[in-house]
């Protein structure tokens, strides 16, 4: 079975560009979250969804920061403009929508603002 | 504000014997709590979790004990082999939010 899949693996651009990065959910999972992990505060989540629908984005720092789920098979999260303190590895986990059900990750979008 | 936290940034072990990872939490309302094992430059996989309703969770050489009172769970490895070294996370979650709280994390070494 595919796990979630992220794109790109590794992007590094200047500061003041936009950056989008990719999300595909694992099949059947109608729930999907954005994660940040910096060496100084960890995982953080920035936003969540259900069913496509955002439920949560208080973890999201700045208007810089939008994310979109236009289906169940997609979303992604911009960065406009970007700043070097954006820097850190950005993760999507997915995981079926209901009480206890635990998240899968994809491997992560090492970003990097020059 | 730290919600969850593990106290040990590392720990080390030798192949054969108990690893045992900590994990304290201060919300009260947290019932679903979740052990997670990162190998650099991967997501973090989804090893073992236990909810409120239980005190222990078993699934072959992993357990997780649960301590509601002391707000206090723990993940026991054994026998532990090196191919567990890793980075370990605890995270816990309230309610039906699907919000997640990660500790910092736990790096294992595990030595032949």
């Known amino acids: 079975d595919a796990g979630v899949i992220q794109s790109p693996r590794h992007e590094v651009t200047e500061m003041g560009q936009e950056v989008t990065l990719r999300c595909k959910p694992i099949?059947?999972?109608?729930?999907l979250f954005w994660y940040r992990q910096t060496m100084m505060r960890g995982l953080e989540l920035l936003i969540y969804f259900n069913n496509n629908v955002p439920i949560d984005d208080s973890g999201m720092p700045e208007d810089r920061f939008s994310a979109k789920m236009p289906n169940a098979s997609f979303s992604t999260l911009k960065i406009q403009p970007s700043e070097p303190r954006d820097s850190a590895v950005y993760f999507c986990?997915?995981?079926?929508?209901?009480?206890?059900?635990?998240?899968?990750f994809g491997d992560g979008t090492r970003l990097s603002i020059l | 504000d730290q919600q969850v936290k593990q106290n040990s940034p590392s720990l080390s072990v030798q192949e054969g014997r108990i690893s045992i990872l900590n994990c304290d939490y201060t919300?009260?309302?947290?019932?679903?709590f979740l052990w997670y094992k990162k190998y650099p430059a991967e997501g973090p996989t989804f090893l073992i979790s236990i909810s409120s309703i239980k005190d222990k969770n078993e699934d072959g050489r992993f357990t997780v004990f649960l301590n509601k009172s002391a707000k206090h769970l723990s993940l026991h490895i054994v026998p532990s082999q090196p191919g567990d070294s890793a980075v370990y996370f605890c995270?816990?979650?309230?309610?039906?939010?699907?919000?997640?709280?990660f500790g910092q994390g736990t790096t294992l070494q595990v030595k032949p």
């Open positions: 986990a997915s995981s079926r929508v209901g009480l206890n059900q635990p998240q899968h």
């Open positions: 919300n009260s309302m947290f019932d679903y």
């Open positions: 099949s059947g999972h109608n729930s």
């Open positions: 995270a816990a979650s309230e309610g039906n939010t699907g919000k997640l709280i």
